[in-house]
């Protein structure tokens, strides 16, 4: 499943970016890197470097990180509910699901380009 995600996200000129919501995931249930590291039998500073995408995740790993948030892995893609982020990408979603794949895929590009000139 999740070789299949990361193909469909190069396949969209994206970069694979799990580490991006793994803090976020982690503050969202309250915990340190020094608790999420005792509960998956890891480092902090490995734990940090996921964060920060300095180490890659294996699907190992990512289960354990999945259990420990309370989550399906696949949930570590995306903001946490209830924070400024989660709210845009679920109007996002919305907004998407009734656009074209032609018009779809402009309004990605757009997005891409805002990105891009920050």
């Known amino acids: 499943?999740?070789?299949?995600?990361r193909e469909n996200s190069r396949m969209a000129?994206?970069?694979?970016?799990l580490h991006v919501y793994l803090r976020a995931w982690r503050k969202h249930r309250g915990l340190t890197l020094?608790?999420?590291?005792?509960i998956i039998g890891s480092?902090?500073?490995?734990l940090s470097g996921w964060?920060?995408?300095s180490r890659k995740v294996d699907l190992d790993d990512l289960k354990k990180l999945a259990d420990a948030?309370?989550?399906?892995?696949?949930?570590?893609l995306f903001a946490p509910p209830g924070g400024p982020k989660f709210e845009a990408m679920r109007e996002a979603s919305n907004l998407i699901?009734?656009?074209?794949?032609?018009?779809?895929?402009a309004w990605?590009?757009?997005?891409r380009t805002i990105v891009d000139e920050n």
């Open 34 to 38: 020094e608790q999420t590291a005792n």
């Open 97 to 105: 699901e009734n656009m074209s794949e032609e018009r779809a895929k």
């Open 69 to 76: 948030y309370g989550v399906e892995p696949a949930a570590l």
């Open 13 to 17: 000129g994206t970069q694979y970016t």
């Open 51 to 53: 964060e920060t995408g």
């Open 1 to 5: 499943m999740f070789s299949a995600m």
């Open 108 to 111: 990605l590009q757009l997005g």
């Open 43 to 46: 480092k902090p500073n490995t």
